[in-house]
């Protein structure tokens, strides 16, 4: 095809102006930073065409996104996608559709904690049901010892509600309800409230003053479930319920004429209220350490995870998140693109400005290149001016593409003092691996991709080497 007006390609040209009118690019062109004279078909400093002379160059790999030699100033050329393949997508595109590690369900991510937190109130449920069975249990001596009129009738009534209350209380948080209930965020008054309802109703059922006693008793036991959880309010709130219902129960048994004294079950019901309120102190004091002690434990983790001078996550972070993302492609399939990215010339610009300068520099990149990706990609400081970026469900030509598109972001951003660079400007370099066809572990993804990145280094840099 033969070149337009300028020695701009048509080809070139007409995808230019088609990425314009999609909004792929903006509508004003890249400003130049040199004379350079116009890049032909195969981009500045690249390879002959096919039809040249025999003495010219052979072609490249068309993996290799190749820039100009160090001093020209001028941006390398794009990459495009094959024949046949999607447009080029932005950096900065909405979150795709489709999993990525953000929803992955790791160990220690939101999914893993949910089902985590899930299992444990399942398991307190179940726990204190059991609890609550023994309590029906002891009623049931007592009945077998003939020492508490309660009939067979009454009995098995109680066990029947107690079975459907505790049902109802376990499929709560087992159908995930338990999210929705804004009131109870730890879900522990539902099952705490259920609780003293039966309690309660085992109470009014077990006449004798000793059952009653016994099954105030367990009330403080049903407590120690909301350990760390509650504080004074809660526990007070909570007794009060349990102490409301142990009137209500004492009063129907003494309109029945089963009591000697309703005044005295006034008084034990105070003393009890009393005893709980002491314990509220207690668990409020459990509660402020078991929250100091999860501030303490995130801040630990944010430190072990996180690199403090840019605010990206570290090596170790990085290598928990590439295993699951490779495991999840390994479970329900995809891919993924791995870039290893190192600042050019950064020991020049380090050594000439200062190490607080080049610190500031870093910060800087780290923020201007997170902004333009995704939010499902992840990326992460590895080393001193090197970065590791993780893009889900991306082919490795579309994630050459997207590098390459960052990499030219990056030469025309303007930094502070970047004049001071070899060719002027602040430069990155970049190599790329992509699962499965460079390596389907940690390892081989990693070690091709640092290979890419010395290739993309001995050729000049400020370019991107590809699989």
Request: include cysteine; charged fraction near 20%.
């Amino acid at each position: 095809m033969t070149p337009a007006a300028g020695g701009e390609p048509e080809w070139l040209r007409i995808l230019r102006k088609r990425e314009r009118r999609e909004g792929l690019v903006p509508a004003a062109p890249e400003p130049p930073r040199s004379t350079a004279p116009p890049a032909g078909p195969y981009g500045a400093g690249g390879p002959a065409p096919p039809s040249a002379s025999p003495g010219a160059a052979e072609p490249r790999p068309p993996s290799v996104a190749e820039a100009p030699p160090p001093g020209t100033g001028e941006a390398a050329p794009p990459v495009f996608p094959a024949h046949g393949q999607e447009p080029p997508r932005l950096p900065a595109e909405p979150p795709s559709p489709m999993p990525g590690i953000l929803e992955t369900p790791t160990a220690g991510g939101p999914g893993h904690k949910a089902e985590e937190r899930r299992r444990t109130r399942t398991n307190g449920i179940l726990l204190a049901t059991a609890g609550l069975v023994f309590a029906l249990l002891v009623v049931l001596g007592l009945k077998i010892l003939a020492l508490s009129p309660i009939s067979y009738v009454e009995w098995t009534l109680a066990l029947v509600a107690t079975a459907i209350v505790q049902l109802v209380v376990w499929w709560i948080p087992h159908q995930s309800l338990d999210e929705h209930l804004r009131w109870d965020r730890h879900y522990t008054y539902t099952p705490m409230l259920a609780a003293a309802l039966l309690l309660s109703l085992y109470m009014y059922l077990a006449v004798e003053a000793v059952a009653r006693l016994l099954i105030l008793m367990s009330w403080f036991v049903a407590l120690l479930f909301t350990a760390g959880l509650v504080g004074f309010v809660e526990v007070a709130v909570l007794s009060g319920a349990m102490t409301a219902g142990y009137l209500i129960a004492a009063r129907l048994l003494a309109a029945r004429g089963l009591l000697p004294s309703f005044a005295f079950e006034v008084i034990v019901a105070g003393v009890f209220f009393g005893i709980c309120v002491f314990a509220a102190v207690v668990f409020q004091r459990l509660h402020q350490e078991r929250r100091e002690a999860r501030l303490l434990k995130r801040e630990l983790t944010e430190q072990a995870l996180t690199d403090p001078l840019t605010g990206l996550a570290n090596r170790r972070e990085f290598e928990r998140i590439m295993l699951a993302e490779l495991d999840r492609i390994r479970r329900y399939g995809g891919s993924c693109t791995v870039a290893m990215i190192d600042v050019d010339y950064f020991k020049n610009y380090n050594d000439t400005l200062g190490h607080p300068a080049g610190d500031a520099l870093l910060k800087e990149l780290a923020a201007v290149i997170r902004i333009q990706l995704r939010q499902s990609d992840f990326f992460a400081r590895v080393g001193g001016e090197e970065f590791a970026l993780v893009m889900v469900n991306t082919p490795g030509l579309d994630g050459l593409d997207v590098m390459e598109r960052l990499r030219r972001h990056i030469h025309t951003h303007r930094f502070s003092d970047e004049d001071i660079q070899p060719g002027g400007s602040l430069t990155i370099s970049a190599g790329l691996a992509s699962f499965p066809e460079n390596g389907s572990t940690y390892e081989e993804l990693i070690g091709h991709a640092d290979e890419a990145l010395y290739v993309a280094k001995n050729r000049g840099r400020n370019r991107v080497c590809g699989p």
